[in-house]
């Protein structure tokens, strides 16, 4: 996923040991209008995917691993059960590995949800993305109210997993509105945040409504730390599993 998605943070999360997967295909059921993910009629489960990501993770050696997915709703379980399978592979073939899976909202469906959490992965993570007033305009298909519903069930159900979301900037989002997320995030009890900056993918998607200064993403953070988010990481060019594996090892006081 990082190379495909040309991530600019591949050199500083690889020599961290951290590398993000994307299972269930590269087709999503959605069309969110930031997301560079292609849409359309996804392709077939591959049955395969658990143990070739397990096989990847040990061979790279990765220290974290992150796994996520496009949008699936054409499935009954939104693919829950091939998170559960990955989850398990890896925890079999590199026991040593820490496991982050940035979920998709499984339209609300917790009992899929709660498939994901009894295979107690060390983090779930599941992006809130953009301020409620343009979850029409650029969300199609989610509900802001359910996204933080699901974080907090996660909380709800099993507090030894760290509940991480990300937010993209420049959409054309208020700061009030970006600090009324962030407080509705705390009460939903994430505990980790990344800020980035929207940059869009092509002509055809939602056009940047600015770029943020450096200073701004400082401030965002210091904002979140300030509500009760434990751990930020925001800047320009910040992604979901940006210091990935860094965050979970600070925030669980693993860290070397
Ligand atoms: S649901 Fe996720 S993968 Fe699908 S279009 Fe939206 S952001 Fe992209």
Not at 75 to 102: K, M, N, Q, Y
Not at 137 to 147: D, K, M, N
């Amino acid at each position: 996923m990082c190379r495909e998605a040309r991530c600019p943070n591949q050199a500083e999360c690889s020599s961290r040991g951290t590398a993000t997967f994307l299972i269930l295909g590269d087709r999503c059921t959605r069309d969110c209008r930031f997301c560079a993910v292609r849409h359309g009629t996804p392709l077939p489960v591959n049955p395969e995917e658990p143990f070739l990501v397990a096989a990847a993770t040990a061979d790279m050696g990765l220290r974290h691993a992150v796994v996520t997915s496009v949008t699936r709703d054409d499935l009954p379980d939104g693919g829950a059960e091939l998170f559960v399978a990955v989850i398990r592979a890896i925890r079999s073939c590199s026991p040593g590995t820490t496991i982050e899976v940035l979920i998709p909202d499984f339209q609300g469906d917790w009992q899929s949800l709660k498939k994901v959490i009894d295979a107690r992965p060390d983090v779930i993570n599941h992006n809130v993305e953009t301020v409620p007033r343009l979850y029409p305009v650029v969300r199609w298909g989610a509900s802001y109210e359910r996204s933080l519903e699901l974080l907090d069930r996660v909380y709800a159900h099993d507090r030894g997993i760290v509940t991480k979301s990300g937010l993209m900037a420049g959409m054309g989002e208020t700061r009030a509105e970006i600090t009324h997320v962030i407080r509705d995030m705390v009460g939903s009890h994430v505990t980790v945040l990344t800020i980035g900056q929207y940059l869009r993918p092509s002509v055809l998607h939602h056009p940047v409504d600015r770029y943020l200064p450096p200073h701004e993403f400082d401030e965002l953070k210091d904002l979140a730390l300030a509500e009760g988010i434990k751990r930020v990481a925001a800047g320009p060019l910040v992604r979901s599993s940006y210091k990935a594996g860094l965050m979970f090892a600070e925030e669980t006081g693993t860290a070397e």
